[in-house]
């Protein structure tokens, strides 16, 4: 077993180890940063943001999307905010608390040096995001405004509305034009990367295909990241985009990067839930609705079958038989639980029958006591004295409406009901994958010159990741970080010279990648790529999900081989690989998650013990709740490729913790 | 400069420029004109001031030509770049659902509006010319204006000329005021409301000094 | 509910393309209109037969991916959505429905009901950034306060998802609005005024030579676009651009 060397700077305290770092590392001279080439996979916040700054220090970027642009990365769908230990409220925050807040929030799963890195670029990221004209919301005095988000007990979110990770993309994007416009990137539109190339023992270029005319392409670089996300869409039903993958990550792994802590997934509480089986994608509402909003369900069984019958509306049911289960169990935090708590007492309330809708996977929303509650405060405010209740929830529906509005029309939009007068019905979905390629304080992989950022990789949240932090740290690894890294490993290329790609390793990608595209294409098989990825989805979500057992895991296991070996015999592709070809492109893609799935649930199955969003039933205090095992499972679990998922080799990095103090986390 | 006049933005605050140029004509023949309803003399006077009048005649008029002529060859021009731009037809296009008829149309209304002004010289402008600048003598204008309103059909063809004046102003009022950059929460519901008045109020204005004179006559 | 779907099929940008008619049956009027197109193409590939390509990412109403002209509407008939965020309850059972490319010179046929948008890539990279360096060492984010209300206009205007509905929709193909959007989120903060006048003409430029065509001032865009982007902000682009020439 090789030992996974984290590279963190050592004899230095935790504070000062990334400014010793950034003195002591080797630097490129501007002008042979002109002859060194650098590929980026993937322009979302990380992605993009990477290319940017690469091409801003002189390299040559060739940057890749599988979208018709930059903008269209799925970073974009972020809502809720970015933070960043700016202190501008003066409570109390620091990069120390930050750090903390993460570590702790990802239940000591995460690497301390990187958490803490994080933590300290963070503020950097505000600034350079208002020099570049993100519209971040500010208060009367014209400076920025801070909100506060699930788990921490500070204000240091920044936000533009609900569409903080469009504006800070945008703000990317826009600094990605400006080296387009220059000639420093090379941007490639609607192009795939389906291979990764290792010269060498080093990674030199990629395979890519062009999406609207199918053409395989070659390109050679002396470094190649890896910034195509996360890998939520093993469950077929995620809050993901529909072509969010993990290709990119996972033909990296096959070529030798490890692949860490797949199973650490984040389950968001606060999505609208299914309404059918032709449903495509779930649709995130915002955290913050939990600030105002309770979580209920019915507490007589038989009002639940009124309710699914249409014979009761939630309104009808009586206070007193309502079963506030966050508030009954976990008086302390109640509705503002963590995700991964929230996440699962929903679905315990579920699998016991009582869910509200017609799949039985849903809880109520309630806004109806906030709305009291506002309408009051108003009636004092405006000096009216008794008000009628009509007028209490006239009052009261204008304040939540001020504060939500947006996140009530998408619902209204979407279920076509109407949340001030009827409670919303809200259900967990896959949101976020905390597991990635492994990477080192470097951001490299296990393969030399292969790097990988943002959500890709698996490094800052450890098991269980708190909001607003995403966008933070796919920001922080692709403009401070990564730029720094990067230029120590490229300081030894300077004499290297452009990489050929006529060479056999290029050759063998390719021919690799074209047998695959001609077995899909000529497979005369009876189920389209969909049938699978749904059966995919469902097998990962019944015993993948939320909570998991060993016999669970091991019927997984045994199913998503058996599954992918039939995907293999009779999967259908219609068209041509000689044009734009959709059905081509997902098949591709399904045939990689069919594999991560069984590694995913192999991770899960050897992690005996239940941290952040990973819950193992048979390891419960006994109340019921997560119980982590330190002595036994405080690593990384980094998986190295030998050609089966269900032979992957185990690498343990083993975490230190010796900034903090690892407790366990209560929420009662 | 020339980048401004080629480009796509300065071509439009130019039609916006001649536009507002011709609601300004628009309005002063209007109250003109308006004179002949009262008194004669009052409206030969002006008319004979805006007819022999240096300043008239030799810096607004050629500025009053030079604007018809732009506003017009540029809207033609412009126009058929446009249809360029769509390549290719949609095969539903249902263009009600997010704008007015008077918007989708201007072209329509402005060759109706050109092919009446057209008439309108021959009727009026060209015999006022001749008269004053060739043959040197004098136009009783209110004769010639009371002669031509007789004839029934010359008022109808007048009224239909005025209808579709009206859409025109209807969309191309406030529209210039966009084009030019005027656009503010809290003028432009004004200048909208002002834009319909106008453009109901002067081609009706028009219409009833036609109608006026043609039941005089009767 | 059933329906009916006269769909544009043409199989790459080289060749002609035409509408072709499909039956859909057993629509739930809850699912999504692009899940009723993920249903006919289930029933395609089903069939041997090749699937409609048309664009989608996020199904969420923020990427700008979707782009179909939906019974002669960008985006259909409801207002402020995408076509992702379009459900099927705004149809009835038996609806016809015509679902067609964005038509525009710009943004030319690529296959089916997906277009090329490149053309806005070109137009942001002449210019839709401030020129500032990536390094974090720019002043500190609080070092020029911002009025709340320019802020909150420049993020009405930054708000645009770049999907072309706007040139979709309007008579003359024209990109102003998209164009407008970007020009006067940097117009109203202080970092966009550095560079505001070389921005502005260099954007129309660029807009001008995709070979859209101009703006009328119909208002349709408007009204179509998923994100109510505001007319204001032709009339701001304008103002911007006369500020430049002048």
């Known amino acids: 077993m090789t030992k996974l060397n984290s590279k963190v700077p050592t004899g230095v305290p935790l504070k000062d180890k990334w400014t010793h770092y950034k003195d002591k590392i080797d630097l490129v001279n501007p002008a042979n940063k002109r002859n060194i080439d650098v590929i980026v996979i993937g322009t979302g916040l990380a992605g993009g943001s990477a290319s940017a700054t690469l091409a801003e220090l002189g390299y040559n970027v060739k940057a890749f999307a599988y979208q018709d642009s930059p903008r269209r990365a799925h970073s974009i769908a972020a809502q809720g905010g970015i933070n960043a230990a700016k202190n501008y409220q003066g409570d109390g925050d620091s990069s120390y608390r930050l750090f903390y807040d993460t570590v702790k929030g990802g239940d000591y799963r995460s690497r301390e040096a990187n958490v803490y890195r994080l933590a300290e670029v963070s503020a950097n990221i505000i600034d350079q995001c208002v020099a570049q004209g993100v519209p971040f919301a500010r208060d009367y005095g014209g400076l920025l405004d801070n909100r506060s988000f699930g788990g921490v007990l500070v204000s240091r979110t920044f936000y533009a509305k609900g569409q903080t990770g469009q504006q800070l993309l945008l703000g990317a994007y826009s600094a990605m034009n400006r080296q387009i416009a220059r000639g420093k990137i090379e941007m490639h539109n609607r192009h795939e990367m389906l291979d990764v190339v290792i010269v060498d023992g080093k990674a030199r270029g990629i395979i890519a295909r062009n999406l609207v005319t199918g053409e395989i392409e070659r390109h050679s670089a002396h470094a190649v990241v890896i910034a195509s996300g996360g890998y939520g869409n093993v469950y077929f039903l995620s809050t993901n985009a529909m072509g969010s993958n993990a290709t990119a990550a996972w033909k990296a792994h096959k070529k030798g990067a490890y692949f860490a802590n797949p199973c650490f997934t984040q389950i968001h509480p606060t999505c609208i839930p299914r309404s059918g089986d032709y449903q495509s994608k779930l649709t995130l509402m915002s955290e913050s609705l939990r600030n105002d909003g309770r979580i209920w369900v019915p507490k007589k069984m038989e009002d639940v079958h009124a309710i699914r019958e249409g014979r009761l509306k939630p309104t009808e049911i009586a206070e007193g038989d309502r079963d506030y289960y966050l508030e009954r169990r976990y008086p302390a935090f109640g509705n503002l639980v963590p995700r991964d708590v929230a996440s699962r007492a929903a679905k315990e309330r579920c699998d016991a029958g009582y869910g509200v809708n017609k799949t039985g996977e849903a809880v109520y929303l309630d806004f109806q006591s906030a709305i009291e509650r506002y309408g009051k405060e108003q009636a004092n405010i405006h000096g009216i004295h008794n008000p009628t209740h009509a007028k209490i929830v006239e009052l009261g529906t204008k304040i939540v409406e001020e504060k939500y509005g947006n996140l009530f029309q998408m619902y209204e939009k979407i279920v076509d009901d109407n949340p001030y007068k009827t409670p919303m019905m809200i259900y967990p979905a896959t949101h976020y994958t905390m597991g990635g390629l492994w990477v080192d304080y470097n951001l490299m992989t296990s393969v030399e010159g292969l790097y990988a950022i943002g959500e890709a990789n698996f490094s800052d949240h450890g098991a269980n990741r708190l909001g607003a932090s995403a966008l933070m740290q796919g920001l922080a690894d692709g403009y401070f970080v990564l730029p720094y890294t990067i230029g120590d490993y490229l300081s030894d290329d300077i004499r290297t010279g452009e990489i050929s790609t006529q060479t056999k390793e290029f050759e063998e990608a390719e021919k690799e990648v074209r047998d695959r595209i001609d077995f899909f294409l000529n497979n005369d098989g009876a189920h389209s790529v969909d049938y699978y990825h749904k059966k995919l989805g469902k097998i990962m979500w019944d015993k993948v999900g939320m909570a998991r057992n060993e016999k669970g895991l091991q019927e997984a296991m045994k199913e998503i081989k058996e599954l992918r070996e039939d995907f293999w015999k009779n999967v259908k592709v219609p068209g041509d690989g000689h044009e734009m070809n959709p059905e081509l492109e997902k098949a591709g893609r399904v045939a990689d998650f069919l594999e991560l799935g069984e590694l995913f649930a192999r991770d899960a199955y050897e992690r005996k013990e239940s941290c952040g969003g990973h819950f193992r039933e048979e390891y419960v205090t006994e109340d019921g709740e997560a119980k982590r095992d330190d002595v036994n499972f405080a690593y990384a679990a980094a998986w190295e490729y030998t050609g089966q998922p269900s032979e992957a080799v185990l690498h343990k990095e083993q975490l230190e913790f010796k900034d903090i103090e690892l407790k366990t986390r209560s929420y009662k | 400069m020339s980048r401004f006049y080629s480009s796509s933005v300065g071509r439009k605050v130019l039609m916006a420029l001649s536009g507002f140029f011709l609601l300004f004509f628009l309005l002063q023949h209007f109250l003109i004109n308006f004179l002949s309803v009262f008194n004669k003399e009052a409206f030969n006077g002006a008319s004979d001031f805006m007819g022999t009048n240096p300043f008239v005649q030799y810096a607004l008029q050629p500025v009053l030509f030079f604007g018809i002529i732009y506003h017009l060859i540029m809207g033609m021009y412009l126009d058929a770049k446009n249809k360029g731009a769509r390549g290719g037809k949609y095969a539903k296009n249902n263009a009600a659902a997010n704008a007015s008829w008077m918007s989708r149309n201007m072209i329509i209304t402005g060759v109706m509006i050109l092919l009446f002004i057209c008439l309108h010289m021959v009727d009026f402008f060209f015999p006022t010319i001749k008269a004053h600048y060739i043959d040197h003598t004098h136009l009783d204008a209110y004769e010639m204006v009371v002669a031509k309103f007789a004839n029934p059909v010359f008022v109808l063809i007048y009224v239909v000329a005025f209808a579709f004046l009206a859409l025109h102003l209807l969309h191309g009022f406030q529209s210039a005021f966009q084009s030019v950059g005027f656009n503010n929460r809290k003028y432009t519901p004004a200048i909208k409301k002002l834009g319909t008045i106008y453009a109901i109020a002067v081609p009706v204005g028009y219409m009833f000094i036609a109608v006026f004179h043609y039941i005089n006559s009767l | ?246």
């Open chain 3, 1 to 246: 509910m059933n329906l009916t779907l006269k769909i544009w099929r043409q199989k790459n940008s080289q060749v002609e393309g035409q509408m072709v008619e499909y039956k859909v049956t057993d629509i739930s009027e809850h699912m999504s209109f692009l899940e009723m197109m993920d249903v006919l193409n289930e029933q395609l590939v089903n069939k041997g037969e090749e699937p409609v390509a048309f664009d989608h990412d996020c199904r969420e109403g923020i990427c700008g991916m979707c782009s179909m002209f939906i019974n002669g509407e960008a985006h259909g008939p409801d207002r402020g959505v995408t076509t992702c965020q379009l459900h099927m309850r705004m149809f009835n059972d038996g609806d016809t429905i015509y679902i067609e490319p964005w038509r525009a010179k710009a943004f030319p046929v690529i296959k089916d009901l997906v277009v090329d948008r490149t053309a806005f890539e070109r137009i942001q990279q002449a210019g839709g950034y401030i020129s500032v360096n990536t390094s974090g060492n720019t002043q500190d984010a609080n070092a020029i306060p911002i009025a709340k209300e320019d802020a909150d206009l420049s993020m009405d205007a930054a708000t645009c998802i770049g999907c072309g509905a706007c040139v979709a929709t309007c008579k003359n193909a024209s990109a102003m609005l998209f164009v407008g959007a970007k020009v006067s989120q940097y117009a109203l903060l202080p970092q966009g005024q550095v560079e505001a006048a070389e921005r502005v003409s260099n954007m129309i430029k660029q807009m001008d030579e995709e070979g859209f065509g101009n703006c009328t001032n119909t208002g349709a865009c408007e009204v179509e676009c998923p994100k109510g982007i505001s007319l204001e902000n032709i009339a701001r682009m304008n103002r911007e651009f006369m500020k430049a020439s002048i």
